[in-house]
């Protein structure tokens, strides 16, 4: 179905999903079983699953708990993996057809991202649902950026709404106001990033300006749907008072009354030298609760009421 | 101890700041270190030492020895006791019932001391006083007379004393049951003599009947003096005392003693007292383990109610009342050698306390009563009594609210029982609806009706995989030329997943049906050497029939034999269909022959271990797990016990599955030679990787109503997953779905970060512990350790 060149050949029924994970209990209200889309428009430096930004499944390599035996280099058709390598595989050269995946016996090599139809992707989220029905749970839609494959979402969230479930979507709406659009009467509430208010600053650390970001949630506010604002806390990136208080504003004008705050944390880097990436660690410290209070405080002066994840 | 507060002014002060009764009570007892009593043994052995008494019937022998015990053996009141009563002359201690198992405990008479789990206090003279008793006993305890042909004793020998196909706990006596202490309370020993005398004159004297008559008579009897001894005592003490507020309560000790066991009790504190004086008489008796006081909030709630009206208690000095009693219940303690500890683990003696629940009457029963239990589990947090909370859908709102909180936040007490499910599979293998509602766990987790049951819940264990070794070795052990089992079809001729299923089947029939055999010899013996009238008058039925209730007088006699590591089974069986016959990555017999020689390979034990496993909500793999336990009932229903009851399955393990584990070979499903199994229902250790929901789905495919004997089903969680109101909403939300979806018993157990550290230092221990940060995606054990560390420094945090 893929091809290295990322392109889809049946768009709408297949989506390349990097991970499910049931009983998420942060991603939405209730229990949640949330599916990590792969494929991300942004690169934010900070990004805690880079593993999330190709569209396509790559491979990732796990060195701690690799043998040495080099089974994978003696089946790889491409003549990709080579003991000199940190990485142990060249990017260049994968075509992550999973065969070293396969016959590793360590489980050092894995492939990232795998394949689902419309049918198989339901049978897999529904599994739960009793728990959905007992916690006021559902499904989130996560990633990477789930907008990406509009053309599945559309295909599939009315199969995930003909069974009464909830259905919740994080993104970071860098995207065409035509796809969120149709898309909104098949989600029941958006949790919706907003990384920087300043254009420039917002390139230099997710690689795209913010206008469109920006444009985007005034129409979703004018839209009625149910939003929530996030807000990934970075340090020294978005945490002047300055960015702070234009976040705010800018969520009063739109008659937003509430952000939640994400706290840096440096997991994703965990997994930085483990896959083909240009993203370096940003090796900086996360903030203690107390500059997580002030944050919050600065919102709440603003009368945005900020709540603080953990 | 020592408080640091401030005065009206901010300043600092210290004040010297007298702990509660309660919490000193619970400290004298959590402080002292267990021992070993030998009243009982010697005042045991004295009896039946004189050849004229041995030539009593076994009834009367039964009740006059523990009456000698009752009244000979030495009491003590201590400081601050509201409750009295000393099952041991230790403060925390336990007996020795050479005529049960005492033989074998008595040889560790030297290691007691000195070993590194759970030693135990004994003197120098305690051990020459016990030494010198075992001469006589050494030819009389209960194994030994059980099997009298020499053939059955070298098997005994093999199979038990080493018992790594089963073991057979009733051979060190039965126990196991909840007493009618609603029946004693009301009506006393006075009560109960009466009731013996009036049948006994329909019988000819002299007769079995006549003599359980008359033994039901002289422990009656011997229960309300050793009862007298105490209000004696506390007399005198209360003659000495100086302090009058302790003077006051020796008198009322005094005159609750004087009452209770041998009257009605006549108040909340007799209540309490009549049934714990019962307590510690039945551990004497029958065998200290899972004697069981049942649904205390259900049977004293008039008492309590009756009180409030009178003004002669109040809510708190009832919760003290309780308190003291549960408190007390961790003095009572097993002795148990090296080799039982495996197979009982701990200290632990299964004193069942339930809370909540139906009435018979199918109404509702949570009281007053059933919070203030509640209240003491949470605040006392003790090993004894194994709290039970029973779930209808008629528990109130704010009764589950209460456990929930009390489990969010860290208590692992009480353990949840589902009634519908229960009350439901009890009426199915016969019980009266009414009786059936009126369920109590005893031991571990086994359903019972109170004071209604003689089941020898934990008769024997069967160790499962074990048999799956059997039927891939033509019934052989790997690396053994003799046949321990059956013989069956040889791998080579395998062809399909139905001979290994065949091969399986025969195995399990012909252990089974061995274990069946020497259990039914041991259940003959029981009856015979050591039948148990004090029990039996607590058990309807028995004083009704004039038959004991270890020759079958009770109203219900089941057996319950469990089915050890089922998982482990299951998704070994899971791993030959998809290894040999689906992904025909390797032929039978040289998987066996892997197996005969402990996986040396490790691509291919790798290759095993990634083979799906039963608690991920995969049908495929967990219909194995299913397969064995309905095998395994299967096999049981076609047998009856010589009490007249059923055989029923049970699903919980205690400690043995990491002694079975050690005991057997290498398995398909990747597991070494010597590796623990899995404990109860739990699937193959840390092979849940999609978290407690997907878990729930696996577990709910077995059909627990075929499951009378009951489950025990572990679920964890860590601290910081359960924080906060979102956190005990989950929690809420996870056991009610569980329990509509058909589960039947769950145990929350939550880890605090330290678990976390512990896994970081030992993959192996949590190896798909969860991680979950909003939008966050990655396993615990892929992180780098410093990644580690950071999760642990946010669940410390937070906490």
Known sequence: MMEKDGNLHYPGEKAVIFDIQRFCLHDGPGIRTTCFFKGCPLSCVWCQNPESHRAQPELIFYAESCIHCFTCKQICPENAISETLALRFDPERCTACGLCVSKCPTNSLRLVGKEWGLTDLTNEVVKDIAFFQDSNGGITLSGGEPLLQTDFLLAWLPMIREKHIHTTIQTCGMMSWTNIEKLLPLLDLVFYDLKHMNDSIHKQFTGKGNANILDNFIWLSKSGMAVQARMPVIPGVNTAPDNIRETARFLKKNQQESIHLLPYHPLGEAKLNRIDTSLRPMNITPLDLKNLQEIQELFEKEEIHAVLYD | ?799
């Not at chain 2, 409030?308 to 809510?315: A, E, F, S």
């Not at chain 2, 250790?685 to 109503?705: C, E, K, Q, W, Y």
């Open chain 2, 1 to 799: 101890m020592l408080f640091f507060t401030t005065d009206h002014l901010g300043r600092p002060v210290t004040e010297e700041k007298k702990p509660s009764r309660v919490m000193r009570l619970k400290n004298s007892v959590q402080t002292a270190s267990p021992g070993i009593c030998t009243d009982r043994a010697c005042i045991w052995t004295a009896y039946h030492k004189q050849s004229d008494n041995r030539k009593k019937s076994a009834h009367i022998q039964m009740a006059e020895s523990l009456r000698e015990v009752l009244l000979n053996k030495k009491i003590r009141i201590y400081p601050d006791e509201l409750i009295v009563g000393n099952y041991s002359s230790k403060r925390v201690g336990g007996s020795i019932f050479p005529e049960l198992h005492g033989v074998p405990v008595l040889l560790d008479i030297f290691k007691f001391s000195k070993r590194k789990t759970n030693p135990l206090r004994i003197s120098g003279i305690e051990i020459w006083n016990l030494l010198k008793i075992i001469p006589f006993w050494m030819f009389r305890f209960m194994a030994l007379k059980a099997y009298r042909s020499p053939y059955q004793l070298i098997r005994l020998l093999i199979h038990q004393l080493k018992g790594h196909f089963y073991i057979i706990n009733e051979s060190g006596g039965i126990s196991h049951i909840a007493p009618d202490y609603e029946k004693l309370i009301s009506i006393g020993t006075d009560g109960i003599l009466a009731e013996a005398s009036g049948f006994q004159k329909n019988s000819i004297q002299g007769t079995e009947k006549w003599c359980f008559y008359e033994a039901v008579k002289i422990i009656a009897d011997a229960l309300a003096k050793f009862g007298q001894r105490y209000a004696h005592l506390a007399e005198k003490m209360a003659s000495a005392e100086s302090d009058a507020g302790r003077k006051q309560e020796l008198f009322t000790i005094a005159q609750t003693c004087r009452n209770v066991p041998q009257k009605g009790a006549s108040s909340f504190q007799e209540a309490v007292q009549s049934l714990f004086f019962a307590q510690i008489a039945i551990n004497l008796e029958s065998l200290d383990n899972s004697v069981c006081p049942g649904r205390m909030d259900q049977y004293l709630y008039p008492f309590y109610e009756a009180d409030l009206q009178r003004k002669q208690i109040t809510r708190d000095k009832a919760k003290e009342l309780l308190s003291a009693f549960s408190i007390k219940m961790s003095e009572i303690i097993p002795v148990f050698s090296e080799y039982l500890t495996n197979i009982h683990g701990g200290m632990f003696n299964g004193q069942v306390v339930t809370v909540g629940g139906l009435r018979p009457d199918g109404t509702d029963g949570t009281n007053e009563l059933t919070y203030v239990f509640l209240e003491i589990m949470d605040e006392l947090r003790m090993r004894q009594p194994n709290y039970h909370a029973r779930i209808s859908d008629k528990s109130p709102e704010q009764y589950l609210e209460k456990i929930h909180t009390m489990l969010a936040n860290g208590s692992n007490s009480p353990a949840l029982y589902n009634d519908t499910v229960i009350v439901d599979t009890m009426v199915h293998h016969g019980y009266s609806i009414e009786d059936a509602r009126d369920y109590t766990g005893v031991g571990c987790v086994e359903p019972v009706a109170q004071g209604k049951s003689f089941s020898s819940t934990d008769a024997a264990l069967l160790n499962v995989p074990l048999i799956l070794e059997l039927a891939l070795n033509q019934g052989r052990r790997f690396g053994s030329r003799f046949r321990s089992g059956a013989k069956s079809m040889p791998v080579k001729n395998m062809r399909s997943m139905e001979d290994v299923k065949t091969a399986f089947e025969i195995q399990l029939a012909d252990q089974v049906s061995r274990l069946i055999k020497d259990l039914q010899a041991i259940e003959t013996a029981n009856r015979k050497y050591h039948p148990t009238p004090l029990t039996s008058s607590l058990l309807e039925g028995c004083l009704e029939n004039g038959i004991c209730s270890t020759a079958g007088g009770a109203r219900y006699n089941f057996s319950g034999i469990q089915c050890v590591a089922p998982a482990d089974t299951g998704d070994s069986l899971f791993a030959i269909e998809k290894a040999v016959f689906t992904d025909q990555k390797i032929t039978l017999p040289a998987l066996v022959k892997q197996l005969s020689l402990n996986l040396p390979d490790n691509s291919l034990r790798n290759y095993l271990k990634a083979i799906e496993k039963f608690g991920n909500d995969q049908p495929d793999a967990d219909k194995w797990t299913v397969y064995v336990v309905e095998q395994f009932t299967r096999q049981l229903n076609q047998y009856r016990n010589t009490r007249g009851g059923r055989y029923v399955p049970g699903l919980y393990s205690v400690t043995i599955h990491e002694y079975y584990g050690r005991v057997t070979g290498a398995l398909p499903n990747g597991r070494k030679k010597g590796e623990s199994f899995s404990s109860g229902i739990s699937p193959s250790n840390g092979m849940d990787r999609l978290g407690p929901t997907a878990l729930i789905n696996s577990v709910n495919r077995i059909d627990f109503s075929k499951i009378a004997n009951g489950v025990n089903f572990n679920l964890k969680f860590d601290s910081h997953t359960l924080r906060g109101p979102t956190g005990k909403l989950a929690l809420k939300s996870v056991l009610s779905t569980y329990f509509r979806k058909g589960g039947m018993q769950v145990q929350v157990n939550v880890l605090d970060p330290s678990m976390l550290l512990a896994a970081k230092n030992n993959p192996d221990l949590y190896p798909h512990l969860l991680v979950r940060v909003s939008g966050y995606s990655a396993y615990f054990n892929d992180l780098s350790p410093k990644m580690k560390d950071e999760i642990i420094r946010r669940s410390s945090i937070i906490n």
